[in-house]
């Protein structure tokens, strides 16, 4: 298994849109870089709240948990949390992983990005979760860089993709909320 080069990424891997590039002055930095993709964060939060008393429940997450905010920046209180999502849109070769990184620069204030692994032929805008780890309110800036992606080639392909196994993430409309889909009903039974 190998890590995937600059080169290679832009030949290799759908990033739409693509930034050959990855500084810029007074922006934190995007695009592709010697190993990853700086990925971007869009304009439209989701940032957690109590107002409802809500419980976090991944089987039965409550919509009302969230306060939705569309700016150019984004507050998120201490302590807390907020979900996002990329600018850029993927499409994962059948024989890449993606694992994704926070960015050093809002590390070192305190934020903490985690988005799960993109699994091969996974394709869709990312939801990232940026976590406040501090007692301050910490702002995230839109159209910026807010995480590394990290593509690995496996030794071989896959025998069953996101794709095959109908992810219940592919092509997630937009800013996607945790859900996990209902199981069968049981057969019936001879009584």
């Known amino acids: 298994m190998g890590v995937l080069p600059d080169w290679m990424i832009e030949r290799d ?14 922006v934190i930095s ?20 109590n107002v409802w008393g809500s419980t976090v429940d991944p089987k039965r997450f409550d919509p009302q948990s969230f306060v939705d905010v569309e700016a150019d920046s ?22 890449v992983l993606c694992v994704c990184v926070g960015k050093s620069t809002y590390a070192r204030c305190g934020i903490i990005v985690n988005v799960t692994p993109l699994e091969p032929e996974w394709r869709g805008r990312v939801t990232i979760e940026i976590s406040n780890t ?17 593509f690995l080639r496996g030794e071989a392909v896959c025998r069953t993709s996101y794709a095959d196994k109908k992810g219940k993430y592919q092509d997630q409309p937009g800013l996607t909320l945790p859900f996990v889909p209902a199981a069968d009903p049981p057969p019936p039974t001879d009584s």
């Open 74 to 95: 984004c507050l998120i209180p201490p302590n807390s949390f907020a979900l996002a999502e990329t600018v850029e849109y993927l499409e994962v070769p059948r024989d």
């Open 30 to 49: 995007y695009g592709v870089t010697s190993y990853g993709y700086d990925v971007r964060v869009d304009r439209r939060f989701k940032v957690f709240t």
């Open 134 to 150: 501090t007692p301050l309110p910490a702002r995230i800036y839109a159209n910026e860089g807010i995480a590394q992606i990290i």
């Open 13 to 26: 891997v759908k990033i739409v849109p693509f930034a050959p590039q990855q500084t810029r002055p007074g």
